[in-house]
């Protein structure tokens, strides 16, 4: 019964990191500093890749955690060994993406750099094209131009103060950015392995508890 009882508690504790983790990809992805670029006709996509296998996993974490507390609570060893196999998907699918942002942010700070390169100069052609592309950029990173800001200043914000060169800011952002979700990723793997180790001991132990009897 004791064992029950943990083994709900832990299994519950992965539906709360689930809807966490959920939360946590929903808010990068439509909150946060970078939102208004995914509006644009040009969005980030790469950078959301990390964010797309983070929310798939939450919610994968929430479902396989109700099963895991139905096999704790019934001590079925088939669904607690089902919860152990969507645990160790879970576990490959949050170290992709934990590895995907720690190796992958160059090519991600790249490809937001390009954007906003291709905006700049579209501006620089032709003032009205890429004007609202422009003001996206630096009101979401709060920069304005690149060496200089005099070419582009009617689009920059009117609350920044001073000049702050818009290819550092996008590097300094997505790189913080992208640690951050690889800490999350590595996280919620480590606590993965955790339950795959507790769901195979409980059902050693229910197995032994039968073979008693």
Request: aromatic share 12%; net charge neutral.
């Amino acid at each position: 019964a004791r064992d029950k009882k943990a083994g709900g508690r832990l299994l519950f504790a992965f539906q709360l990191a689930g809807s966490a983790v959920i939360a946590f990809g929903l808010w990068f992805r439509f909150g946060g500093a970078i939102k208004e670029l995914s509006s644009e006709d040009k969005s980030p996509e790469y950078f959301y890749v990390g964010l797309y296998v983070l929310v798939g996993a939450g919610a994968l974490m929430m479902a396989v955690g109700f099963f895991g507390c139905c096999g704790a609570m019934r001590e079925s060893q088939c669904v607690l060994g089902s919860f152990f196999t969507c645990l160790l998907v879970i576990f490959a699918a949050e170290v992709t993406t934990g590895v995907f942002a720690f190796i992958g942010k160059g090519v991600a700070i790249r490809h937001v750099q390009t954007m906003y390169e291709e905006a700049y100069n579209d501006y620089l052609k032709d003032r009205g094209k890429g004007n609202g592309t422009l003001i996206t950029f630096h009101s979401t990173f709060q920069c304005c131009g690149k060496e200089s800001s005099e070419q582009v200043q009617p689009t920059c914000p009117k609350e920044l103060l001073g000049h702050k060169n818009c290819i550092d800011e996008i590097e300094t952002i997505i790189s913080v950015k992208l640690q951050l979700i690889g800490i999350v990723g590595i996280g919620i793997a480590g606590l993965t392995i955790f339950g795959m180790i507790f769901s195979m001991v409980l059902c050693c132990a229910i197995r032994n508890s039968r073979d008693v009897i």
